[in-house]
């Protein structure tokens, strides 16, 4: 089985498992998912959904973010591992998108790369969810493991990974491999799986 088939069928799986996957982070508005994805990193979605519960009754517009000084803000998030650098950078995020983008979030992949805390993934994270936009394919870690497993891609660098996966992936697809695959490495086969029952165990 060739590549381009043997995606597109690991699609079609995990659309049924997956029939409507969204993003596990709680946010109301394309700003407050920036806050939540940098807030990510190297953190629980849990965790972050419970930082977020307050947070975002407590600052409710972009503006509410610029105000606020970097020690209260650092308070307000201090449960969140490296909350200091993610304070900085979110901090000067609100000033960017509030100066130079009239107090919008982006909408394009290069514009949002220019953000503090903001990768390809993340990027692709936000165009996706707040903006129903594919530009690229979410590659975390799950996605990185799987797609090695799978033989989609040889790389080890995500950027790499996700080129050999657009390449084979449909556009309109983009959206619901890359969440599928997460959920799937959550919820059906880990790291540690030995392969026995997972669903998609025939492609390996």
């Known amino acids: 089985m060739n590549n381009n088939q043997k995606a597109k069928d690991i699609v079609s799986k995990l659309k049924e498992l997956f029939p409507n996957p969204k993003t596990p982070l709680n946010h109301s ?22 930082v977020t519960d307050i947070l975002f009754r407590k600052y409710k ?3 509410d973010y610029t105000k606020v000084s970097l020690q209260e803000f650092e308070t307000d998030i201090h ?3 490296f909350y200091k650098g993610k304070a900085k950078a979110i901090k000067k995020a609100a000033d960017i ?17 220019k953000l503090p805390f903001i990768g390809r993934k993340t990027a692709n994270v936000i165009l996706q969810e707040a903006f129903g936009k594919s530009e690229g394919i979410v590659v975390d870690t799950h996605v990185k ?26 556009q309109k697809d ?13 919820e059906y086969c880990k790291a540690s799986c030995k392969h ?8 390996i």
């Open 97 to 113: 998108v509030s100066t130079e983008y009239k107090g919008k979030m982006p909408e394009n992949m290069d514009d949002l790369l």
């Open 29 to 50: 508005n394309p700003w407050e998912l920036y806050v939540a994805v940098a807030l990510s990193a190297q953190q629980t979605d849990v965790g972050v959904n419970k």
């Open 174 to 186: 983009w959206r619901e491999f890359g969440l599928g695959l997460i959920y799937y490495g959550r």
């Open 61 to 63: 517009t972009l503006n």
């Open 196 to 203: 026995v029952e997972c669903s998609l165990r025939k492609f």
């Open 145 to 170: 493991r799987l797609a090695n497993l799978f033989g989609l891609s040889s790389q080890k660098d995500p950027v790499k990974i996700e080129r050999d996966l657009m390449e084979i992936v449909p």
């Open 79 to 81: 449960s969140i591992n």
